[in-house]
């Protein structure tokens, strides 16, 4: 993380296409990962991504991908690079990006983050 903590987390929900889900999953695997993973990590560095399924449970999106960069320049490089590929409008229709700072309100108002922990 860098030392002013500005990391982005972007919450992308898109919507698979008809024509991604004509593959199988292993032609799926391949398009990808030899398509568009190679396009991100050649283009955008200090990002992480997590997917989360939600298919059984809306119809608007079937996935949330979770992308995490060290800042918003890391972020704008990755979004640029996804719009290079097939990912975004033939793979996938991006239907939302919801992009914020974690505990932003606190950093403005000079405070402690105020987080929840249950076990």
Same mark, same amino acid.
């Given at each position: 993380?860098?030392? *002013? !903590?500005?990391?982005? @987390?972007?919450?992308? =929900?898109?919507? @698979?296409?008809?024509?991604? &889900?004509?593959?199988?999953?292993?032609?799926?695997?391949?398009?990808?990962? +030899?398509?568009?993973?190679?396009?991100?990590?050649?283009?955008?560095? !200090?990002?992480?991504?997590?997917?989360? #399924?939600?298919?059984?449970?809306?119809?608007?999106?079937? *996935?949330?991908?979770?992308?995490?960069? %060290?800042? $918003? %320049?890391?972020?704008? /490089? /990755?979004?640029?690079? /996804?719009?290079? +590929?097939?990912?975004?409008?033939?793979?996938? $229709?991006?239907? #939302? &990006? =919801?992009?914020?700072?974690?505990? !932003?309100?606190?950093?403005?108002?000079? &405070?402690?983050?105020?987080? @929840?922990? +249950?076990?």
């Amino acid at each position: 993380m860098p030392a *002013d !903590g500005t990391r982005v @987390t972007a919450f992308m =929900l898109v919507k @698979t296409t008809p024509e991604w &889900l004509a593959m199988t999953v292993a032609e799926r695997v391949l398009a990808f990962t +030899t398509q568009v993973v190679p396009v991100i990590e050649a283009r955008a560095h !200090g990002v992480r991504s997590r997917f989360y #399924d939600t298919e059984f449970y809306s119809a608007r999106v079937t *996935d949330v991908w979770v992308w995490e960069a %060290d800042d $918003h %320049d890391a972020y704008r /490089l /990755l979004i640029d690079a /996804l719009r290079e +590929t097939p990912f975004w409008d033939r793979y996938f $229709h991006v239907v #939302d &990006l =919801l992009v914020g700072i974690e505990n !932003g309100y606190a950093r403005t108002y000079d &405070l402690e983050p105020v987080a @929840t922990l +249950t076990t």
